[in-house]
């Protein structure tokens, strides 16, 4: 059964610190995987998309990386702001279909 | 600007009354499709549209319907709303389909109660 998991499912961080989000999927064939950034109450916004061909992916302060051999994705936050407490979704894509597996999500919040 | 919009944002309504959720989009974009958000549940696919007047299921299609009658416009209809249709409806779109490279937008969301 194809499945995206993530973890932790929520996590409270200090302003300035740095964390990692995981995800974990079993979906094959694999196209390529995405991470979302959803405030509260909004629609998710994409923040990188990587195909199995890419190891790490920037965009400003967050970085993902993609292991395709053990099908492990992860988040880095670095340097973390207010404005980054939100929740954070992984979705992969099924090869040759139009299938998108979404994640629960992982909520961070950060504290001043 | 570039982005995809949804009417309305927050809609109260009785079981068995007809409503539609509209979405348009100012991209251009060929596909666009539906999803439902539900506390604890990743975000669920309603129905999706390649192109003008082809849509398809996605995994929760019971219950909506859709019409793809113009590029910009993927409206969402509820003939006969049912309390466990309350939930945070997501309209998203993309350049083309969603296992090439390309970025979805999606819409604010509509939060819909159904009593």
């Known amino acids: 059964k194809n499945q995206v998991e993530q973890s932790p499912q929520s996590l409270i961080i200090l302003e300035g610190k740095n964390c990692t989000l995981q995800?974990?999927?079993?979906?094959?064939?694999?196209?390529?995987l995405r991470w979302y950034k959803q405030d509260t109450g909004r629609g998710p916004v994409s923040l990188t998309i990587m195909t199995f061909s890419e190891n790490t992916k920037s965009n400003g302060r967050y970085t993902a990386t993609l292991d395709a051999d053990t099908k492990q994705s992860s988040l880095h936050i670095t340097a973390s702001q207010l404005s980054d407490s939100a929740s954070y979704i992984c979705?992969?894509?099924?090869?040759?279909?139009?299938?998108?597996?979404f994640g629960t999500g992982t909520r961070l919040q950060v504290f001043p | 600007e570039a982005q995809v919009t949804q009417n309305p944002r927050y809609l109260i309504t009785v079981t068995g009354k007809k409503l539609t959720v509209t979405c348009s989009q100012n991209?251009?974009?060929?596909?666009m499709s539906w999803y439902r958000q539900d506390p604890g549940l990743g975000l669920r696919q309603i129905y999706y549209s390649m192109n003008v007047e082809v849509t398809d299921k996605g995994d929760v299609p019971e219950g909506y319907k859709v019409s793809r009658k113009e590029k910009r416009n993927f409206p969402l209809i509820l003939e006969s709303p049912s309390p466990n249709q309350t939930s945070l409806y997501f309209c998203?779109?993309?350049?083309?389909?969603?296992?090439?490279?390309?970025?979805?937008?999606f819409g604010p969301g509509t939060r819909l109660l159904v009593l």
């Open positions: 979705v992969v894509s099924v090869g040759n279909t139009d299938k998108l597996i």
């Open positions: 995800c974990n999927y079993t979906v094959s064939p694999f196209s390529n």
């Open positions: 991209m251009n974009h060929e596909y």
């Open positions: 998203a779109s993309s350049i083309v389909r969603p296992r090439a490279y390309e970025t979805q937008y």
